[in-house]
């Protein structure tokens, strides 16, 4: 079982920015080959945010987030960070940290075997 543990989320207005971590065990990057973000806002689906391979630190990004959002690692304190940067009301939702195996650049949920709780962003105007 592979923990992760999402922080970083919280209230802030438009325009502004967060980074949300994800952290977790050490010896997840052996049984993982990336880390990823996705959210759900309240009653719509959940959506793939941005997903970094752990190895060679390739990511890929939803349309609605590039060029705002950055995915990052730090292999050695096991994080992962998304950096959110000109965060509009639509930001606003859970965000939840996965772990799994990625096979190319989509968004496949089932890819992902491991979840975080999550953390709430909060983006008004």
């Known amino acids: 079982q592979v923990r992760l543990v999402e922080s970083g989320g919280g209230s802030v207005q438009t325009g502004g920015s967060l980074r949300l971590s994800c952290t977790g065990p050490?010896?997840?990057?052996?049984?993982?080959?990336?880390m990823a973000w996705f959210r759900q806002a309240p009653g719509k689906e959940r959506e793939g945010v941005g997903f970094?391979?752990?190895?060679?630190?390739?990511?890929y990004y939803a349309d609605s987030v590039k060029g705002r959002f950055t995915i990052s690692r730090v292999n050695t304190n096991n994080t992962v960070y998304l950096q959110m940067n000109s965060l509009k009301a639509e930001d606003t939702a859970m965000y939840y940290c996965?772990?799994?195996?990625?096979?190319?650049?989509?968004?496949?949920?089932?890819?992902?075997?491991?979840w975080g709780q999550g953390t709430q962003v909060t983006v008004s105007s």
């Open positions: 050490r010896y997840a990057y052996s049984i993982v080959n990336c």
């Open positions: 970094i391979y752990t190895g060679g630190g390739a990511t």
């Open positions: 996965a772990a799994g195996m990625c096979a190319g650049f989509w968004f496949r949920e089932d890819d992902f075997r491991y």
